[in-house]
């Protein structure tokens, strides 16, 4: 496969500088389809600001962003994500005094929005919404909250019922910001879990701390130092480089 088809995001030399502070300088990347793909590493590497570039939420100085091989240097976040691309809690939030079936049904109708038959409301659409929410609602394991008020749930599922909201979108390329963030071990788990099951036909890029779950999930990693790209690679083969070694060491592990 040539590589205009097997890469579904890429990066080339994208740089971010805040007056005269450079916070991400000539990062390319390409994030194979179908793969996760983590942004690792230590405190004020750049992470959030390559996030946010690679997700059009901050405009690059320089350099260009393409996916699936279109040019979307340009482009707004809401128009990407209309293009398969969707970052986490891009467009959803969780409305607290709605139940964890309306949330998901909300997020469902909104993505339908644009159908026609939409007008009719018609009661098998709905229906398909509903079947919809409930599927997205057992695939990141509400099934038994389903009719909680959302502002009820613990922090761990509140998490996971805006990963619903967001999969509502139908993303084909999604993007987490730090999915674990906050979470205690056995949400951490479960959640590292959800990522698998949902990345079996999209793919992911994430930015995530915790080590552990980069290193249970990632198929690609790539390092980030001081606004640069240090090391790529499998876990293994990232982790036994000095150079990362050495950034994590020297600026505290993140
Ligand atoms: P990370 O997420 O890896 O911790 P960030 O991308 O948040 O790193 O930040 C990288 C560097 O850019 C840091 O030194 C940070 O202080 C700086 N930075 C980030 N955002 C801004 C901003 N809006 N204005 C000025 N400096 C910023
Ligand atoms: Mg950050």
Redo the contacts with the bound molecule.
Sequence with gaps: MSAATDDILVAERISKT??R?S??SDVSLRVRRGTIHSLI????????????LLTKFLRPTSGRIYYKGRDITALRPSRVAELGMVRSFQISAVFPDLSVLENVRVAVQRQHRGNSFDFWRSDSLLRRYDARAHELIELVGLGTFVNWRAGKLAYGHKRNLELATTLALEPEFLLLDEPMAGMGPEDVDRTAELIKTIAANRTVLM?EHNLSVVARLSDVITV?AR?QVLAEGSYEEVSQDPAVIEAYIGTGH?
């Design positions: 805040f007056g502070f916070a991400v590493g230590p405190n004020g590497a750049g992470k959030t600001t390559c996030f946010n930015v980030l606004g993140d």
